[in-house]
């Protein structure tokens, strides 16, 4: 591990202020995916601004009826909420599916939606890749791919999203709370948080340079059955090879958005209007710019099968 400095924030308006001062400044809060990614020296920060100390622990309703989930809400107790639980149990369903207890308990909210990659070829520091060293190259393309993208990818990259959490967030239209270096704060929708790879895989959200997420908000609930299904080649503590989260109206409406397939989150919400007809019908719109690999092409009749599964579960 590369040596580096540390402070402490006082204010979420300074730590966004010293990031910006200081080039190759990083936030670290639970520290599940940074701290790992710094003993490989794949993450070489020059600085570490801690942000625990900030008031940003909270779940609150808002005005509208929503939900507010300060940045640093630990995903244990983000799941365990009550309000959560009750009115969207996707999102608490999705958190338990995601890594261990132990870990659970340090991960934030903000850090899961962070949280970078399990390309192995992004891991192995030996390997060509664009997101870790940008213009080396993607060994993953022609290597091994069992586990990565099949949709949204690029010449440049094919990895995916590791998150659960960020699924689920995708399917209930959240919307991520910022604050810039000059104190300025801004919302975005969580649509547009991630990127896709394109030529530029190692930016891989929205986010500007030294901006700080502080919270992130729900609307109001929408109702329906809400479920997360994931698929994994070992029943604990394994990233998806696909995942399905989704919330079905009595009606046989919804939403759908999917995990395991993409660079970010995937939801095309024109397939949701097939949601009534099944699951066939809503993934063959969903995954219609999919390019799988000779590898992963069992993803695509993956998705359709599990989302079978739990429109059966939903409409009982």
């Known amino acids: 591990m590369k040596s580096f400095t540390y402070e402490k924030a006082t204010s979420a308006a300074d730590a966004a ?14 520290g599940t995916n940074l701290l790992d990614l710094m003993k490989l020296e794949i993450e070489t920060p020059t600085h570490l601004i801690d942000v625990n100390g900030l008031d940003l622990d909270k779940i609150e309703p808002t005005q509208d009826g929503g939900l507010r989930i300060g ?23 999705a958190l338990l599916a995601g890594a ?22 992004f891991y192995d520091t030996n390997q060509r890749c664009n997101k870790r060293q940008p213009g080396s190259g993607c060994a993953a393309i022609g290597g091994i791919n069992r586990q990565l993208a099949v949709v949204g990818a690029s010449e440049a990259c094919i990895a995916t999203n590791p998150s659960d959490m960020a699924v689920a967030m995708r399917a209930l239209d959240a919307t991520v709370e910022t604050v810039r270096p000059d104190g300025a704060t801004r919302t975005i929708p969580i649509a547009e948080f991630h990127r896709l790879p394109g030529d530029t895989p190692h930016i891989e959200t929205t986010l500007t340079a030294g901006e700080l997420i ?21 029943a604990s503590y394994a990233f998806a090879l696909i995942s399905v989260g989704a919330i079905v109206q009595p009606d046989g409406s919804g939403r759908v958005a999917v995990g395991g397939v993409a660079h970010k989150p995937w939801r095309v919400e024109a397939a ?28 695509i009749p993956l998705v359709e099968r599990t989302l079978g599964a739990v429109l059966t579960e939903a409409r009982g």
């Open 272 to 299: 949701e209007a097939e949601m009534p007809r099944g699951a066939q019908a809503v993934t063959e719109r969903l995954l219609a710019d999919a390019k799988p690999t000779e590898e992963n092409g069992f993803k």
């Open 100 to 121: 261990s207890g132990q870990l659970r308990n340090r991960a934030t909210t903000a850090g899961n939606l962070l949280q970078r990659t399990r390309c192995p070829y």
């Open 71 to 93: 940045a640093l809400v630990r995903n244990t107790d983000l799941a365990a909420n009550e309000r959560v639980r009750r009115d969207y149990g996707l999102l608490s369903r």
């Open 214 to 234: 502080t919270a992130v908000t729900l609307p109001k609930p929408v109702g329906g059955k809400q479920i997360y299904r994931k698929v994994r080649d070992r």
């Open 17 to 30: 202020a010293a990031a910006a001062r200081k080039e190759g400044t990083k936030f670290i809060a639970g």
